[in-house]
């Protein structure tokens, strides 16, 4: 069965850091670009950081930028988002994603296949 599945979130202070996992299961991530999305309540899902898989090369939004950093394992088969400096501004459900074609691409384009979310929450 083909999936993502989400690992890291929690409950954290102003200042902390957090470390995201997703697990990707029933196709390999060599062939495909990878990305982080989150949803907060009321707003739109927005792109946080993707990463290519040809070239490593990262995209970051510019309210991430400097605190989140994208990584990716091929042979564990798992990407990770390291969140460094977390403020309460950045509580969201995070979603770990792809696109269910190959493609390359670093930028958060036309991703269209989901994990189930986890949740992260900065708060005091």
């Known amino acids: 069965q083909v999936q993502l599945v989400e690992s890291g979130g929690g409950l954290v202070q102003p200042g902390g850091s957090l470390r995201l996992s997703c697990a990707a299961f029933?196709?390999?991530?060599?062939?495909?670009?990878m990305g982080w999305f989150r949803q907060a309540p009321g707003k739109e899902r927005e792109g946080v950081s993707c990463?290519?898989?040809?070239?490593?090369?990262?995209y970051y939004a510019d309210s991430v930028k400097g605190r989140f950093t994208i990584s990716r394992d091929n042979a564990k088969n798992t990407v990770y988002l390291q969140m460094n400096n977390l403020k309460p501004e950045d509580t969201a459900v995070y979603y770990c994603?792809?696109?269910?074609?190959?493609?390359?691409?670093?930028?958060?384009?036309?991703?269209?296949?989901w994990g189930q979310g986890t949740q992260v929450t900065v708060s005091s």
């Open positions: 990463i290519s898989n040809r070239d490593g090369r990262p």
């Open positions: 994603s792809t696109r269910d074609y190959r493609n390359s691409d670093y930028t958060c384009d036309d991703y269209n296949f």
């Open positions: 029933g196709f390999t991530l060599d062939y495909y670009a």
